[in-house]
């Protein structure tokens, strides 16, 4: 799917990723792009709409839903994430259930409410923002990790069932990303800018996924390996 002409609506955009999303559809010639976000207030960017929305809350899903009833492309983007000491750490519970509500059932949450919205349009399609740490062990983001697999294997069920019905679902998977989200992490970090050049060129190439910088792609390279990176991860990563 090409983005020209197609009307996006972007979760989490007034910021980071998702905002990088929402200015280069518009440089690719997007009709219409909203910008879905927690509070509206004081956002302004050229030629994108904002639009509240709380992937946490249902009927604040079903409002934007039908305020960007004509969304082509839909783009679940929100997500949270912490640190903790480690998978037995004793609030891994309760980050687990705060990770999974946003990253995992948001996804679930914003996407069954934008189905009837994309199978009425002739060319529609979802890109879900995945990450490398569904493969990557690092314990001091165990409920992070646990969200963002969650949200791999629920991709990777809609992209079947709405394969027939001509709704096409791309993955995004990349390590850390140079936004607030990652504020305080000393790692090597991918442009925002890079990343979503990348997706929106998988799109419109008509791809399943994306791996959008070196360490992803050479993680999931390992996968069929005696030794795979999940278990061993490559150097450098």
Same mark, same amino acid.
């Given at each position: 799917?090409?983005?020209k002409n197609a009307t996006v609506f972007i979760t989490g955009a007034n910021r980071g990723l998702g905002l990088a999303f929402a200015r280069e559809a518009r440089r690719r010639g997007a009709a219409k792009v909203y910008a879905g976000m927690r509070n509206t207030s &004081?956002?302004?960017?050229?030629? !994108?709409?904002?639009?509240r929305v709380d992937v946490t809350d249902k009927a604040s899903i079903a409002t934007a839903a039908e305020l960007a009833a004509d969304t082509t492309l839909l783009v679940n983007n929100a997500g949270i994430a912490a640190l903790i000491d &480690?998978?037995?750490?004793?609030? !891994?519970?309760?980050q687990s259930a705060r990770m999974l509500d946003t990253n995992y059932f948001g996804v679930v949450r914003v996407t069954q409410a934008f189905e009837q919205v994309l199978l009425a349009k002739p060319h529609a399609a979802i890109i879900n923002v995945l990450s490398d740490i569904v493969w990557l062990p690092r314990p001091y983001l165990t409920p992070y990790a646990a969200s963002k697999a969650a949200a791999w294997n629920f991709t990777n069920q809609l992209r079947f069932h709405l394969?027939?019905?001509?709704v096409q679902v791309l993955g995004l998977h990349v390590g850390f990303v140079d936004t607030d989200l990652t504020n305080g992490i000393d790692v090597p970090k991918a442009s925002p800018e890079d990343v979503v050049r990348q997706t929106y060129d998988a799109l419109a190439a008509g791809k399943s996924e994306v791996m959008a910088d070196k360490g992803t792609a050479m993680l999931k390279a390992t996968l069929a390996a005696e030794m795979p990176g999940y278990i061993t991860p490559p150097a450098g990563l």
């Open positions: 799917m090409d983005i &004081g956002f302004e960017e050229a030629g !994108v709409v904002p639009v &480690g998978p037995l750490a004793p609030d !891994v519970e309760a394969r027939e019905r001509g």
